[in-house]
């Protein structure tokens, strides 16, 4: 068993819930997990602390809005942008004092966040690991409606009765949104108590989903409709992974610019799993990518 240590770095007026997994001062080069959303926790993603059995100390943190990190429900959807979390990231970086080396795994908006944070080339950054994320929101709206049309009739028409009328909130239509999410989510059933503590969490408290994404991971109305990264992905010039599930709503066509633009890049792709191949196959994952930062990270190996 690693012993696993919390606490809250100051950002700002605010406070970011952090926990750290094994020993920092290890030598090995330290993992951070940022987590999806934009509005999830880390609970959901806690499978990654499998990896400080390693001997890799792992951070797991809940973003600003979320989990136990300040809440901001009065803050105007303006406020929730991207540049937001990268400073706040930034913070915890130094907090820690692994701003000078440390990983970075994001998954889905947490690879998002890792994908634009690797663009600005920060020094200590030896790794990364993009998780079940896109390239860009347009192509994960494309892959989402040709997704969506594969759901049956009355789902269909389910869901886009509620849109239409503004009724996104009700029972009817988080019912029908939940037969795409045990498709292209997370296939397993039922879902892990870590998953449900996530989504719980979402419910009581959506202001950062629904600012930035919008009422479901399909109806995307909130800042990130237009974001996109691939125009910058050849300044990422460290040893990238990308992780997808073969039932992704990260379907392989929003995930392959990473692969065509990152220069030293891989890609592995889990045959039984959809967005979150970290518990639907929890231990081929893990074994994925610490193989991974094994291989890639020469300074270790050195040290």
Not at 220 to 242: E, F, M, N
Request: charged content about 20%; overall charge negative; aromatic content about 8%.
């Amino acid at each position: 068993m690693v012993d696993c240590v919390d606490g809250f770095a100051p950002f700002g007026a605010y406070r970011t819930w952090y926990r750290v997994c094994g020993d920092l001062r290890s030598g090995k080069v330290p993992l951070v997990v940022a987590h999806g959303g934009p509005g999830c926790t880390h609970d959901y993603v806690d499978a990654y602390r499998d990896l400080a059995q390693t001997g890799r100390a792992v951070i797991h943190y809940d973003q600003l809005g979320n989990g136990r990190s300040t809440h901001l429900p009065d803050q105007p959807a303006a406020f929730w942008q991207p540049r937001l979390f990268l400073d706040e990231l930034d913070s915890l970086l130094r907090h820690l004092g692994i701003a000078q080396r440390y990983a970075l795994l994001g998954q889905s908006w947490g690879g998002m966040l890792a994908a634009e944070h690797a663009v600005t080339a920060p020094p200590g950054l030896q790794a990364l690991v993009i998780a079940n994320s896109p390239a860009s929101m347009p192509l994960w709206l494309q892959a989402a409606a040709r997704l969506r049309a594969e759901l049956p009739d009355d789902v269909q028409a389910t869901l886009l009765s509620h849109e239409s009328a503004g009724t996104t909130d009700s029972a009817a239509y988080k019912a029908a949104t939940q037969v795409f999410y045990q498709r292209h989510v997370c296939r397993l059933d039922p879902w892990p108590d870590e998953v449900k503590r996530t989504f719980d969490a979402m419910d009581a408290d959506p202001t950062v989903y629904h600012a930035m994404n919008g009422p479901t991971e399909f109806h995307v109305v909130g800042s990130l409709k237009d974001w996109s990264v691939i125009d910058r992905l050849h300044a990422i010039a460290v040893p990238t992974l990308l992780i997808s599930g073969r039932h992704d709503e990260a379907a392989p066509e929003v995930v392959q610019p990473f692969a065509d633009r990152i220069r030293d890049v891989e890609w592995v792709i889990f045959e039984h799993s959809s967005h979150m191949p970290h518990v639907e196959e929890r231990p081929a994952c893990m074994r994925a990518v610490a193989d991974f930062l094994d291989r890639k990270l020469a300074a270790e190996r050195a040290a």
